[in-house]
């Protein structure tokens, strides 16, 4: 489970935008990617009929999505025992609060808590417990920031409003958090944001032409920091390299032509990589038909009732897919059963 910095950014280039035009709470995840929303959950309390488990460094009985991962992120300390605040801190949070709803954020808490005692030296342990009771109740507030109004959402907020919400949750980080922890926390969100924005006016500017507009959304695009701008163009050269190996395949390419295609564009070691990708997916897509078709003659049996029938599933299902893939299989299960009825 451990990401590069790279591909962190890349993931948030990619939901900055969704964001915006949604106006939600900060959300990119995650994913579910064992990346919770940003700063939008929640808050279960520990109910009575849930068992804590019982935690020491924070790793044990872990819930389902999280076994076999390594933790995001490291906690680091300076010379002098104290806590180093960099993006790994979040990073770290965030891994834990991914399970919210498998366990509710007192059991989280817990399991946080033991982790960073465990980690770090006492000092650097009670600033990191403190900042995680900032990062708590700042994403509290901003779960109670209001949301849009449900019922007709065929009008999508317009950017002033999008600007507007932005510098709300601005202020708030300011309030929970240190400056230079929101800076080191959210500068690249901000930045992403802005440009996502940006774009949205540039886009809808019709007072300029198609010309001003690419020369538009290109400067704004050089007014990221570098690093950013360095995420961008490799997302931008994934994009281009997607669309024209769709359209080799649609016109009959080979496996070596598409092989050819991406090394031309990546060299030789990410070439392979990408076909060692095309056979996961292909054995994924067939491992999962496979497992609808039975699922569907299961479903179907008239000879059984309906407990024994879940239980044969639930063992069936657990026997095909590793446990990092239950969730992605739940998925499929019900865009499948939607395209049934």
């Known amino acids: 489970m451990k990401k590069t910095a790279a ?9 900055a935008g969704i964001w915006l035009l949604s106006a939600y709470n900060e959300a990119p995840k995650a994913v579910k990617s064992a990346t919770p929303p940003q700063e939008s959950f929640a808050l279960p309390m520990l109910t009575r009929q849930e068992t804590v488990p019982s935690i020491t460094t924070g790793l044990e009985q872990l819930p389902p999505s999280l ?3 390594e933790v995001d992120g490291v906690l680091r300390v300076d010379n002098n025992g104290n806590l180093v605040i960099d993006h790994d801190i979040r990073r770290v949070f965030d891994y834990f609060l991914s399970t919210l709803g498998e366990e509710s954020l007192t059991v ?3 399991r946080l808590r033991d982790y960073i005692r465990h980690q770090l030296p006492a000092t650097a342990a009670q600033q990191a417990e403190q900042l995680l ?3 708590l109740a700042l994403n509290r507030a901003l779960s109670d920031l209001q949301a849009p109004a449900d019922g007709d959402t065929s009008n999508a907020p ?5 600007r507007e919400r932005l510098s709300s949750i601005q202020d708030l980080r300011q309030q929970y958090l240190q400056a230079d922890v929101v800076d080191v926390f959210y500068a690249d969100d901000d930045a992403l944001d802005l440009l ?3 774009r949205m006016e540039i886009v809808e500017d019709r007072t300029l032409s198609a010309t001003q507009k690419t020369q538009a959304l290109n400067a704004l695009e050089q007014s990221l920091p570098q690093h950013l701008q360095g995420a961008i163009n490799e997302l931008n050269q994934h994009q281009q390299m997607s669309t024209l190996t769709a ?3 649609h016109q009959g390419g080979t496996d070596a032509e598409v092989y050819q295609l991406r090394e031309s564009f990546f060299g030789s070691e990410a070439a392979e990589r990408l076909a060692q990708l095309d056979q996961s997916r292909q054995q994924w897509q067939a491992r999962s038909t496979q497992w609808l078709g039975e699922r569907d003659s299961l479903i179907a049996r008239q000879d059984i009732d ?3 029938r879940q239980r044969q599933l639930d063992l069936r299902r657990r026997e095909l897919f590793e446990p990092a893939e239950l969730r992605r299989i739940d998925a499929l299960e019900r865009l499948h059963d939607q395209r049934l009825q």
């Open 67 to 69: 076994r076999g991962t």
């Open 158 to 162: 317009d950017t002033a409003t999008l």
């Open 196 to 198: 996502a924005l940006g």
């Open 133 to 135: 009771e900032d990062y």
């Open 247 to 249: 359209h080799l395949r």
């Open 7 to 15: 591909l962190f950014v890349l993931l948030i280039v990619m939901v």
């Open 108 to 110: 989280i808490e817990l």
């Open 306 to 308: 309906a407990a024994d």
